[in-house]
């Protein structure tokens, strides 16, 4: 099997900010991914939980280990837009997320992954799809006009099918984030949503799923020639990153799968 950073024709892979056994830093698990990937998803959060959102100072450094290591990085915004049904809410969440793009700007990721929501999870996002539309529309164009390259906000696929929001992401200029787990998860038909929306589709995220549909977990649980086909799939002339969304063990495991899934499918 090969060593060094793992491609395929056309895609160039990524990890997550937590491969590291119980986290670390941003730029600790950037050097342990650049090992075998080009690319680092920054999971964002800033809840109850707790928060780790960095400084501009921390954002610089990390732009220099970058770019030191020869990687890329996308950025998950750390709120939802938006469960929040009240105009004033949906505007905090906006507001959060322009906080973000404003902080990271010097870092300048390759993308940006979005979830625009509903007040609701499931196959239908909202009871008021009239007020969905609306609501959604107007948050992601104010998303839009923040920057002067909108294709590289990346509206991600949830629990209802992106048919729901693509008119949105072509009028605002977005891409889409195509997480190939998700469709799973929720019983997606993978290859006819690969072939309806890969022309908009910039990154994609990958990540096994159980059979009891716990999902993000390795890629043992992830069908292999469902797998082969998507790679070849991809391999259509237009380069994209595909970020692995899996964490700690789950993230080794899954790269010994692929580099050995590559070697013996040929690709």
């Known amino acids: ?10 895609v160039k892979l990524g990890g997550t900010s937590w491969v590291l056994p119980g986290g670390g ?16 998803e920054i999971v964002l959060w800033d809840n109850k939980y707790g928060c780790n959102i960095p400084s501009k100072d921390d954002v610089k450094r990390l ?5 030191e290591l020869g990687m890329s990085c996308c950025v998950h915004f750390s709120t939802n837009v938006s469960f929040e049904t009240s105009p004033e809410g949906r505007t905090l969440c906006e507001d ?7 902080l990271f700007r010097d870092l300048d990721p390759y993308a940006w992954v979005l979830h625009l929501h ?6 239908v996002p909202s009871n008021d799809m009239d007020w969905f539309y609306e ?16 294709w590289k906000i990346c509206a991600e696929n949830l629990d209802f099918r992106l048919d729901y929001i693509i008119e949105t992401v072509k009028e605002a200029g977005f891409s889409i984030c ?21 022309p908009y589709t910039r990154i994609l995220h990958l990540h096994g799923v159980k059979p009891d549909l716990t999902d993000h977990v390795d890629l043992s649980y992830y069908d292999q020639n469902l797998l082969e086909w998507i790679f070849r799939r991809l391999a259509d002339g237009t380069d994209r990153i595909m970020d692995l969304e899996v964490f700690e063990a789950d993230y080794d495991k899954s790269i010994e799968i692929l580099r050995k899934f590559k ?5």
């Open 1 to 10: 099997m090969e060593t060094g950073r793992l491609r395929f024709t056309n």
């Open 25 to 40: 830093s941003f730029s600790n698990n950037m050097k342990k991914l650049s090992a075998d990937v080009d690319d680092m």
């Open 63 to 67: 732009r220099g280990l970058r770019e």
């Open 96 to 102: 959060k997320c322009l906080r973000t793009m404003e």
């Open 118 to 123: 509903g007040e609701l999870f499931g196959p």
């Open 135 to 150: 609501a959604t529309r107007k948050s992601a164009l104010r998303l839009a006009s923040a920057t002067d390259e909108p």
């Open 178 to 198: 195509l997480d190939l787990g998700h469709l799973v998860h929720v019983q997606e038909d993978v290859k006819a949503n690969v072939e309806k929306f890969l």
């Open 263 to 267: 070697a013996e499918r040929n690709l």
